[in-house]
Nanobody, 127 residues
Framework: QVQLVESGGGLVQAGGSLRLSCAGS????????MGWFRQAPGKEREFVAS????????LYKDSVKGRFTISRDNAKNTVYLQMNSLKPEDTAVYHC????????????????????WGQGTQVTVSS
């Protein structure tokens, strides 16, 4: 079991930055692939970024490449999402997710591949 709690959301102007954190508890955090997803009002939840167990490989949604950076600190059981150059279309509830599936270098971008989810943190970008 992995419990996940997100923080760091808020209201920011377009062009600004936010850093989201996801604190995990449970013995399997460091052996879990971690991901960030987001859900805007009236839209389906979508993949944003993911990171392998070691942090050595990352994957991003095309529209956030070059602006967002996912990272993790396994000693602190925490995964981060640094978001720069924010746009109004980034407004959403951001959720982190975890899964112990796969092998050492596995990485995932689909909702069904993740087993544990946090409650989410709201990010609002004003124009």
């Amino acid at each position: 079991q992995v419990q996940l709690v997100e923080s760091g959301g808020g209201l920011v102007q377009a062009g600004g930055s936010l850093r989201l954190s996801c604190a995990g508890s449970g013995r399997t955090f460091s052996t879990s692939v971690m991901g960030w997803f987001r859900q805007a009002p009236g839209k389906e939840r979508e993949f944003v970024a993911s990171i392998t167990r070691s942090g050595g490989n990352t994957l991003y949604k095309d529209s956030v490449k070059g602006r967002f950076t996912i990272s993790r600190d396994n000693a602190k059981n925490t995964v981060y999402l640094q978001m720069n150059s924010l746009k109004p279309e980034d407004t959403a509830v951001y959720h982190c997710a975890a899964t112990p599936r796969g092998k050492l270098g596995s990485i995932y971008s689909r909702e069904y591949e993740y087993d544990y989810w946090g409650q989410g943190t709201q990010v609002t970008v004003s124009s």
